[in-house]
């Protein structure tokens, strides 16, 4: 048992050594800090986004979620990837040309003051849900396979930890560059993590022999039904064009071009690991039907060679530390941003570059803390932060019209079309009777698409007129 914590603790070496190298690429500047001085060629936008899509809940959460309902969990990652080709080719490179930091002040350069506050009011809940999600996913896989080091809180706690100190050390900068080494990490360990639970397991034919009658495990869609899995495709659809975590990544690209393509190849590299995740999530039921399934991943893979499960560890806890750091960052550039910066200037007062900095690493190691506290109550991996990305439709809706129908749009429709989004979620958490769809992401998407039209149809005073930059 002390392979696999070896091999780990030497990972954690890896990562502080490539966090203290970018010190020196960020040079105590904002920009550097939270966006890379916009200077990533496309491959380096690849491996950071894929890094960021490939998290705790892509691996631990749809393992868990196969433990339940088979392998129609996997097209969570191909869901992603679709969502990041579509990115890639309607709006990577459109953010990129509008040359801005965040979302928010995009509305507020478009739209109004008051469409700039609640967009980051949603866009911080959004981004600060799936942040928490990523410390429970690294606890579990920790506690699962360590248990005589780590409890779910103390694995937690190392989680949150590790990629606080990245994202505190090195910005962007050091997520980019650690998502080189955990790319590769994750794929060797998902994949081998697979392969070593079909052998363990006794091959495919011995797994569907043991497993419960009630659905067929290996079926791509009995487990979830098509509407469950069609809003999955949609809440990923969205997500990709309109959560900071995931334009940020674009934001830092040399170019549009650059945005674009790194969009593209990211998401053939994510595409196919949720359905290895979602294989071992399988052979945990046939081998472990007792266990909680959110340890299924972790539980069977510590069973296996101590070194395939030290490297398998290392991948999964790579894909969770990964997707962690540029969340921090993201929700860290919100707030610098779109309230620091911004009251500044709309008061006429200049920003102070070093001040900035420093308020960037303070957020970045408040709201990891704030994330932990979360974590501290999350469950269901998929299931809450599925729920919370559908925060994500109407800002999607007002961007498309945005950069494809301009003319169309009105200044004052932004705000309602958000906050009409915001409520939807609300009243599906609170009253069980608005669950009359599979997803509430068939509801945002019914209710703000044709309100969004209808506002801009009734109202009149046109948005803002602001002229793309090419660069």
């Known amino acids: 048992?002390?392979?696999?914590?070896?091999?780990?603790?030497?990972?954690?070496?890896?990562?502080?050594?490539?966090?203290?190298?970018?010190?020196?690429?960020?040079?105590?500047?904002?920009?550097?800090?939270?966006?890379?001085?916009?200077?990533?060629?496309?491959?380096?936008?690849?491996?950071?986004?894929?890094?960021?899509?490939?998290?705790?809940?892509?691996?631990?959460?749809?393992?868990?979620?196969?433990?339940?309902?088979?392998?129609?969990?996997?097209?969570?990652?191909?869901?992603?990837?679709?969502?990041?080709?579509?990115?890639?080719?309607?709006?990577?490179?459109?953010?990129?040309?509008?040359?801005?930091?965040?979302?928010?002040?995009?509305?507020?350069?478009?739209?109004?003051?008051?469409?700039?506050?609640?967009?980051?009011?949603?866009?911080?809940?959004?981004?600060?849900?799936?942040?928490?999600?990523q410390f429970v996913a690294g606890g579990a896989l920790l506690s699962s396979m360590l248990p005589q080091y780590f409890t779910l809180f103390s694995g937690m706690l190392l989680t949150a930890v590790v990629f606080v100190s990245i994202a505190l050390i090195g910005g962007l900068w050091a997520g980019g560059l650690a998502n080189l080494v955990n790319v590769i990490i994750i794929w060797i360990g998902v994949t081998v993590g697979a392969i070593a639970s079909w052998s363990f397991a006794g091959g495919t034919e011995t797994i569907c022999s043991i497993l419960p009658k009630t659905i067929d495990y290996f079926s791509l869609f009995e487990g979830l039904g098509f509407g469950v899995l069609l809003g999955w495709f949609i809440v990923m659809g969205t997500m990709t064009f309109t959560m900071q975590g995931v334009t940020q990544v674009g934001f830092a690209a040399r170019t549009p071009g650059h945005a674009?393509?790194?969009?593209?190849?990211?998401?053939?590299?994510?595409?196919?690991?949720?359905?290895?995740?979602?294989?071992?999530?399988?052979?945990?039921?046939?081998?472990?039907?007792?266990?909680?399934?959110?340890?299924?991943?972790?539980?069977?893979?510590?069973?296996?060679?101590?070194?395939?499960?030290?490297?398998?560890?290392?991948?999964?806890?790579a894909a969770d530390i990964s997707t962690g750091v540029a969340l921090l960052l993201s929700a860290a550039t919100l707030l610098e941003k779109d309230i620091y910066e911004w009251s500044l200037e709309s008061k006429g007062k200049s920003v102070s570059p070093e001040k900035s900095f420093k308020l960037s690493r303070f957020l970045v190691l408040i709201i990891g803390i704030i994330g932990f506290f979360m974590a501290l109550k999350a469950t269901s991996i998929l299931k809450v932060l599925l729920t919370g990305l559908t925060l994500c439709a109407p800002f999607t809706i007002i961007f498309l019209f945005t950069t494809y129908l301009p003319k169309f749009c009105k200044k004052q429709a932004a705000f309602w079309t958000i906050l009409a989004g915001g409520l939807i979620i609300v009243l599906w958490i609170v009253l069980p009777e608005t669950h009359i769809v599979p997803h509430p992401i068939y509801l945002e998407w019914v209710v703000t698409l044709p309100l969004f039209i209808v506002l801009n149809l009734v109202m009149k005073q046109p948005m803002n007129t602001v002229i793309l930059k090419e660069e």
Do not use: H
């Not at 603790?9 to 050594?17: S, T």
């Not at 939270?34 to 950071?48: E, G, I, K, Q, T």
């Open 260 to 317: 674009r393509w790194g969009f593209i190849v990211g998401a053939i590299m994510m595409a196919p690991l949720g359905f290895f995740s979602a294989y071992i999530g399988i052979a945990a039921k046939a081998m472990y039907p007792a266990i909680e399934s959110v340890k299924a991943l972790p539980t069977i893979i510590m069973n296996t060679d101590p070194w395939i499960a030290g490297l398998t560890l290392s991948g999964l806890w």
């Open 1 to 133: 048992m002390n392979i696999p914590l070896l091999i780990v603790m030497l990972y954690i070496i890896c990562l502080v050594l490539i966090s203290a190298f970018s010190v020196k690429l960020v040079n105590k500047k904002t920009m550097g800090f939270l966006l890379a001085n916009r200077s990533w060629p496309w491959y380096m936008v690849a491996f950071m986004l894929t890094g960021l899509a490939v998290g705790g809940a892509s691996t631990v959460g749809t393992a868990q979620q196969a433990y339940e309902s088979g392998l129609a969990a996997g097209w969570y990652d191909a869901a992603w990837g679709i969502g990041a080709l579509l990115m890639g080719i309607f709006g990577a490179a459109r953010w990129r040309k509008m040359r801005v930091t965040t979302i928010p002040e995009m509305l507020g350069i478009y739209y109004t003051p008051s469409a700039r506050i609640i967009g980051v009011i949603m866009q911080f809940l959004i981004v600060i849900t799936v942040t928490c999600l």
